[in-house]
């Protein structure tokens, strides 16, 4: 960029320090390795973006939420899975993609489980229907 006056414009390549020429083949390459990992979809979101960085800091805010989102979505995650039960009628299949689910998106976010918290967590969430399996099976 160059400064004219109170006018700023955009310096022809040919004018550039070998620093900015290297900065902009470092951003190019960044831009492809980041647009060749896309879906269409998130490929189009992104796709006004001008420099690697703002590509990914677009996807980043997308996916992750900025830090009170991202905060306040863990929170809402700890609740559900503090509150998680087997549903009337749920098959144990059903039951356990969505006890998965909650667990990877909780992971995702920092949470922490050790594997003896999570079998404890799906014995004591299961309904009556499997009391005396669970009873069978209680450490």
């Not at 390549?13 to 879906?39: G, P, V």
């Not at 559900?80 to 087997?86: I, K, T």
């Not at 014995?123 to 229907?129: A, E």
Request: with cysteine; hydrophobic share 35%; glycine share 2%.
């Amino acid at each position: 960029m160059k400064k004219y006056g109170d006018e700023i414009k955009e310096k022809h390549w040919s004018e550039w320090s070998d620093e900015e020429k290297k900065r902009a083949q470092h951003d190019k390459r960044a831009k492809n390795i980041i647009t060749s990992a896309l879906s269409v979809d998130e490929f189009f979101r992104i796709s006004q973006c001008i420099s690697a960085k703002e590509m990914w800091d677009t996807l980043q805010v997308t996916h992750e939420g900025i830090s009170d989102v991202k905060r306040s979505r863990k929170h809402t995650l700890i609740r559900e899975y503090e509150l998680f039960r087997m549903q009337n009628g749920e098959s144990i299949s059903d039951f356990q993609k969505r006890f998965t689910h909650l667990i990877n998106h909780l992971v995702d976010l920092g949470r922490k489980f050790e594997k003896e918290e999570l079998n404890l967590k799906v014995l004591q969430c299961l309904d009556r229907s499997w009391q005396a399996k669970v009873t069978a099976s209680w450490p």
